[in-house]
T-cell receptor, first 114, second 112 residues
């Protein structure tokens, strides 16, 4: 079946502009995560959605970052007033339920802020 | 909160040798420990996992061991092959949350 998809695959933007990154999780998966991965680095947790619960936003690095998940499916990560240090690959993952289930990652969006 | 430390950060081995990557965690109530492999330019994928009621699990050339008393778990790869070259991430799920906490990753290089 279809896996997790993300769009766009690449995004180049000028410093100060806003960007929106989209994630389409696997159908029926209740949990959705956003991670940031800088070049050669680990997986930095950003935000976690689980069903209808309030999202865990504890990983968002600043108030320029926000995310929403509409209808328990598609999620959008928005970065306002982008900075050069925001350049990274943004990965989305979905999970059947929380906790002890496999996370399925999308291909990521490579964001470059010039 | 849970903290997961992973060592070494880089590991180079000769083809055919074994590789071992170790992780420690801080929350004794954590109950699920997966390992993800990320090949260059690709997305992370689950390769093996273990739950807190099991001490060891094996899948062909890959095995994971868990020591709950010492709060550490390890990934063992035997008879390494060049295609094992990748970054490996360990993770832990604390009992009272649904969220995976990832280690910082180990870059494994297998030389032919």
């Amino acid at each position: 079946g279809a896996g997790v998809s993300q769009s766009p695959s690449n995004k180049v933007t000028e410093k100060g502009k806003d960007v929106e990154l989209r994630c389409d999780p696997i159908s029926g998966h209740t949990a959705l995560y956003w991670y940031r991965q800088s070049l050669g680095q680990g997986l930095e947790f950003l935000i976690y959605f689980q069903g209808n619960s309030a999202p865990d936003k504890s990983g968002l690095p600043s108030d320029r970052f926000s995310a929403e998940r509409t209808g328990g499916s598609v999620s959008t990560l928005t970065i306002q007033r982008t900075q050069q240090e925001d350049s990274a690959v943004y990965l989305c993952a979905s999970q059947m339920a929380g906790g002890t289930y496999e996370q399925y990652f999308g291909p990521g969006t490579r964001l470059t802020v010039t | 909160g849970e903290n997961v430390e992973q060592h070494p950060s880089t590991l180079s081995v000769q083809e055919g040798d074994s590789a071992v990557i170790k992780c420690t965690y801080s929350d004794s109530a954590s109950n699920y420990f997966p390992w993800y492999k990320q090949e260059l330019g690709k997305r992370p994928q689950l390769i093996i996992d273990i739950r807190s009621n099991v001490g060891e699990k094996k899948d062909q050339r890959i095995a994971v061991t868990l020591n709950k008393t010492a709060k550490h778990f390890s990934l063992h790869i035997t008879e390494t092959q060049p295609e094992d070259s990748a970054v490996y991430f360990c993770a832990a799920t604390p009992y009272n949350t649904d969220k995976l906490i990832f280690g910082t990753g180990t870059r494994l290089q297998v030389f032919p």
